[in-house]
């Protein structure tokens, strides 16, 4: 009783921890009062001036369109790697690639922020491109350490999938682009669309790889919000923050419940089958 | 216990004609991963309308030769011969041969018809046709019903039969099975192995299967190769490796037997005598053994031909005939499992059909047997 006791506070203990904070962000976002720490009255005005503020919906536009072009660059660059390393075998330089692969994962921003702006200002001065930097470097940037995300994903994933799976495909009269656009994958699709979100996640999220390399005109929503801190955060960064955290958990609430159906289904279909195969008593 | 081979002799056998090609021949074909060789320089010759199984323990090379054969693995030494066409550099996608895979690798996402129909839509063969083919191999393979499942959807002994169906609808000379019954229980699987049978007679492919389950090959198959370490120990029918193994290896692994130590004493071209200290007795064998007199040698009895009897049977000369004591009966039902210590201290496995009911069992434990067989039981084995 007395443990049950111990394991149901640290339960809550953890909850809060993780979820008060939100909570709270959440009840300001709905504050009258200027002031983010004193409670001056329940108010959507914060939202209506959201939906005024040109600098932060412009900002939170480009983040959106960053993490986009990132995520879908980073899933055709980190599918082809996650394959190399689980398909290719043993061929010269999969250590070293492997271990390349997966550097920038513990690589500091700092680090990939400074480099990268080194680099594309040595770009520019040879050759004349990237002219500025801007849209175009932020996604780059990105781009480069979320595949690395995505690689180590899919590779996983294709590492536990039945390899017998394509060369039954082959078997049959497949040749290899076929077989990975028709076998291999719709089952590594999973994969994918995780590997998508998570990029999406990783470059919306970012501020410090974001800073090194943006231009003028192209602040990202997590650099305003950090900038703006410095002069007082204003209570619609907390009605923007609400509204983003509404629109991800029903995401997660509607993929759930698609997920549990999906199993369900699929248990019923095992029953099924199951069933049918026991021969029925003779009455 | 291993069951004889029930194939009827409907067709000659080829492997005796030499007028006769093979359909696939293998030559000296070595398989090296680094520093592991798993096929050791093995050459063997299969032909047309065989039903040839590759049968070994785990690590014998029996699968990676087959998958040699399919295209998935090249040869480190050596040459593939399918239909006289040297198989170097072909990619599996162009060769006359389809595979099952042991773990019938059907595509998840795709339904049980759409499975069967992938190698025809490879091909590019007209969506009319690919229907009735379809169609027609499910039907043959009993699952018409349950065209438009997934693979998830159907139960062990289904998911079989789709791959089965799978592999074969495209209509290939020369079929490659990877332990086609492993993964169904031991009823499903004996009723499979007649029913592959019938459909190999009835298609005329050519099957190789690769099984571990020596049962299986010898109710299946019209030739065995025996696999260890990655060299064919001995090739022959199910009766030939049974009751002529070459080597010990071989007769240890198909069936039980009993193995004698003994020195030949007498190498005549009509009879062997072979003294033999273990089974306490001389063993007469009624037909010449090429071997130095002298020499050392195994026999090996196997337990179905060892008589058991209570009195010497008359005419007993005391050659091929031991004394001991039963020490253990494992009841089997259908037949009895003696374990016999002899007087020589050496144990016996003998086994005896129960053609009586067990309450009259007329020998029992710690009973005194005299173990007698005939001279033709005897196999002498020179490796």
């Known amino acids: 009783m007395k443990r049950l006791g111990f394991l149901a506070w640290a339960l809550w203990f953890g909850y809060a921890f993780l979820y008060v904070p939100i909570a709270l962000l959440v009840v300001y976002s709905f504050n009258e009062s200027r002031l983010v720490t004193v409670w001056g009255g329940f108010s959507t005005k914060w939202y209506a001036e959201l939906f005024n503020n040109d600098q932060l919906l412009s900002a939170a536009g480009l983040s959106l369109q960053v993490a986009a072009m990132t995520a879908t660059a980073s899933v055709v660059l980190g599918t082809i790697a996650g394959l190399a390393l689980a398909r290719f075998g043993r061929f010269r330089g999969r250590t070293l690639f492997g271990g390349m692969i997966t550097a920038p994962l513990v690589m500091p921003e700092v680090i990939t922020g400074l480099s990268l702006l080194l680099l594309f200002v040595a770009l520019e001065q040879l050759t004349g491109w990237p002219d500025g930097r801007g849209i175009t470097t932020i996604t780059i940037a990105h781009t480069t350490f979320t595949m690395a995300y995505v690689a180590v994903i899919v590779q996983s994933r294709l590492v536990s999938m039945d390899e017998s799976l394509e060369e039954a495909a082959m078997d049959l009269g497949a040749r290899p682009a076929k077989v990975f656009f028709v076998i291999t994958l719709p089952l590594i699709a999973p994969a994918i669309v995780s590997g998508w979100l998570l990029a999406f996640t990783l470059s919306l999220d970012d501020v410090v790889v974001a800073s090194f390399v943006s231009g003028p005109g192209s602040t990202t929503l997590p650099m305003v919000i950090f900038s703006s801190v410095k002069f007082g955060i204003s209570p619609q960064i907390n009605a923007l923050a609400t509204l983003m955290m509404l629109v991800v958990s029903t995401g997660i609430f509607i993929a759930s419940l698609v997920m549990a159906r999906q199993h369900r289904q699929k248990q019923r279909d095992e029953q099924m089958a199951v069933q049918e195969t026991v021969p029925r008593p003779l009455r | ?383």
């Open chain 2, 1 to 383: 216990m291993a069951v004889q081979p029930i194939r009827k002799p409907t067709r000659l056998e080829p492997w005796q004609d030499p007028a006769q090609t093979p359909y696939v021949r293998i030559e000296k074909v070595t398989k090296a991963f680094g520093d592991f060789v798993a096929v050791d320089d093995v050459s063997l010759s299969i032909y047309r309308g065989e039903f040839f199984a590759l049968l070994g323990g785990s690590g014998s090379g029996k699968t990676t030769l087959l998958r040699m054969l399919a295209g998935f693995e090249t040869p480190t030494e050596g040459k593939i011969y399918i239909d006289g066409v040297d198989m170097a550099g072909i990619p599996p996608y162009e060769r006359p041969v389809n595979m099952m895979f042991q773990s019938y690798a059907l595509f998840p996402h795709m339904s049980v018809e759409q499975n069967v129909a992938f190698g025809l839509r490879q091909d590019g063969v007209p969506k009319g046709e690919i229907r009735e083919r379809v169609a027609e191999m499910l039907d043959l393979v009993q699952l018409g019903r349950f065209a438009k499942r997934k693979p998830h959807q159907l139960s062990g002994g289904q998911r079989q039969r789709v791959a089965l169906a799978r592999s074969l609808v495209k209509r290939p000379k020369l079929l490659l099975l990877d332990e086609p019954l492993g993964a169904l229980d031991k009823r499903l699987r004996e009723q499979t192995q007649f029913e592959l049978v019938n459909l190999q007679e009835k298609l005329g492919v050519t099957f190789i299967v690769v099984t571990h389950d020596q049962e299986e090959a010898m109710t299946m198959s019209s030739r065995i190769a025996v696999m260890n370490h990655g060299v064919i120990a001995q090739v022959g029918t199910p009766t030939e490796i049974y009751e002529y193994p070459q080597s010990r290896f071989v007769a240890e692994f198909i069936g039980s037997v009993n193995m004698f130590e003994g020195r030949v004493v007498e190498d005549e071209a009509d009879h062997v005598l072979i003294r033999s200290e273990e089974a306490g007795c001389n063993l007469y064998i009624d037909h010449g053994v090429s071997g130095p007199e002298g020499a050392t040698v195994a026999v090996a009895v196997r337990p179905e031909k060892i008589a058991l009897s209570k009195e010497p049977p008359p005419g007993a000369d005391g050659r091929n005939m031991a004394r001991g004591i039963v020490r253990e009966i494992a009841y089997l039902g259908d037949v009895s499992i003696y374990l016999v210590e002899l007087n020589t201290g050496k144990t016996v496995r003998v086994t005896a059909p129960n053609l009586t009911r067990r309450t009259e069992m007329p020998i029992t434990w710690d009973d005194s047997v005299y173990l007698t067989w005939q001279p033709f039981a005897n196999v002498v084995l020179t490796q």
